[in-house]
């Protein structure tokens, strides 16, 4: 009966230590032209800086780092049209882009497409590849993109689209 109490006790002392602690997310929203187009949940950790048209959402601190871009396209007004000047838009994080496969998927319960290619980063020219999301909430389209060398793209994907599952006009 003792050791039955003390396995008991042991078992909920490591439980208490070494289960992971839930995650808060972070509210963070989107602005163009100074009104807000896009509210996000962000896991813990991570940071948005928006500059221009462009936010880089990212955790600085996660090994290796997690980082993608969300542009918001004003000047365009659907999916399509979007999709159609992909390479522009993204140019200044990844140019060259050749388009391997595009999907319809579905984001924030909206209609989505997701480019997946090919190309070169824009800060050093190296290959890469990447996965882009573009999709419209409410308003403007939204570009999302993550991309590296290797297969970092596709590993960080599902992280990216469970953020921009969480999207909702603000």
């Known amino acids: 009966m ?3 109490k003390t396995s008991l006790w042991v078992a909920a002392v490591a439980a208490l230590f070494f289960t992971p602690a839930i995650a808060a997310s972070v509210s963070y929203t989107v602005s163009s032209g100074g009104k807000p ?3 996000l949940k962000l896991p813990a950790g991570c940071e948005a800086r928006t500059k221009g048209d462009k936010t880089i959402i990212a955790d600085w601190h996660q090994r290796p780092k997690f ?4 542009w918001v396209v004003e000047n365009r007004k659907t999916v399509n049209e979007v999709v159609e000047r992909i390479g522009d838009i993204i140019k200044s994080e990844f140019q060259n882009i050749k388009v391997n496969k ?3 998927i579905r984001i924030a319960d909206v209609q989505a ?4 290619g090919a190309g070169a980063e824009a800060d050093d020219g190296d290959p890469g590849k990447t996965q882009v999301v573009v999709f419209s909430i409410g308003g403007p389209v939204f570009v999302a993109c993550v991309h590296g060398e290797g297969d970092y793209a596709s590993r960080h994907l ?3 689209l469970d ?3 969480s999207a909702q006009k603000p």
């Not at 980082?67 to 969300?70: A, V, Y």
């Open 2 to 4: 003792h050791i039955m």
């Open 37 to 39: 187009v896009l509210a």
């Open 67 to 70: 980082e993608f871009e969300l």
């Open 102 to 104: 595009t999907d319809t």
């Open 113 to 116: 497409s997701k480019i997946s």
């Open 158 to 160: 599902r992280a990216m």
């Open 163 to 165: 953020v921009l599952d």
